[in-house]
């Protein structure tokens, strides 16, 4: 335990200090709040939603600072790779599941702090909160969210060397992932085939896990979404942890 905590710190420490990173990474979810929240605010009508458009999707731009937070996290074991800390790190007479599961866990807190940044933002924007135990409800699925897409990231890294080739990897792949999540538009009007791949994304789940927990309302049962989430979450760090066991330097 005292080798994940030490990778955890390390990982938040280095998110702190990043003033950059941390302005940075805000940037496209303000953006889309502003843009479209209140672009279409007045305009796209939503049946049952009390709190209009912009409350609709800020549960969606949050799991979007989440997801892309979290599996670019994945980042750091190339820089490690390439400046030789981690040689030093899986020489060192530690299991690579605890560097791994340390990465992990420092990877998806620094998600869900960003999460929760943009939760902040969005109540001086008008959202209103359902309850407080909805709240928590939230903080569980971004924590979901968090840790599942840093073990992917992660995945993704421990078979790459090249910092550039990751990126664009990255980005072919999590595009998608969050486009096909529900998080700008309702699933439910959607054409049979553009739903059916809607359910296949794990994104879905956690959007809507959100969506409940702030909003009270999610076209997913929440119980299914967490169930599914979940069992996603497992897979992922069980995939990364093989994957990071085979890494090589």
């Known amino acids: 335990m005292d080798i994940i905590y ?33 672009g279409l605010n007045s305009v796209v009508v939503l049946p049952g939603m009390e709190q209009g458009y912009i409350g609709f999707i800020i549960p969606g731009i949050i799991s979007m600072s989440v997801l892309f937070t979290s599996v670019f996290a994945g980042i750091q074991i190339i820089w490690d790779k390439q400046f030789g800390f981690l040689k030093e790190t899986l020489v060192a ?20 702090i960003q999460g ?31 840790i599942s897409f840093t073990a992917f990231g992660i995945a993704i890294a421990s078979r790459m060397d090249d910092m550039h080739g990751f ?21 439910d009007d959607l054409p049979l085939w553009v739903r059916s791949l809607t359910l296949l994304d794990p994104l879905t789940y ?8 702030l909003l009270g309302t999610s076209q997913i049962d929440p119980l299914i979404c967490f169930m599914v ?20 330097i």
């Open 167 to 187: 990126q664009l990897i990255i980005n072919f792949v999590i595009f998608p992932i969050f486009g096909l999540s529900g998080a700008l538009f309702p699933i």
């Open 93 to 112: 007479p530690v299991s690579r599941l605890e560097i791994m599961l340390g990465q992990t866990f420092g990877g998806a807190t620094t998600a869900v």
């Open 116 to 146: 929760l940044i943009i939760f902040v933002l969005s109540l001086f924007m008008g959202l209103k909160v359902s309850s407080i135990p909805g709240f928590a409800i939230a903080i569980v699925f971004m924590i979901l969210i968090g």
């Open 206 to 213: 956690g959007v809507e896990g959100i969506r409940y927990g």
């Open 6 to 38: 030490t990778i955890w710190l390390r990982n938040l420490k280095r998110y702190i200090r990043s003033k950059s990173r941390l302005l940075g990474s805000l940037g496209m979810p303000i953006f889309l709040m502003l843009v479209l929240g209140y």
């Open 229 to 248: 989430l979940s069992g996603f979450t497992v897979v992922m760090v069980m995939i990364g942890s093989h994957l990071f066991r085979k890494i090589s």
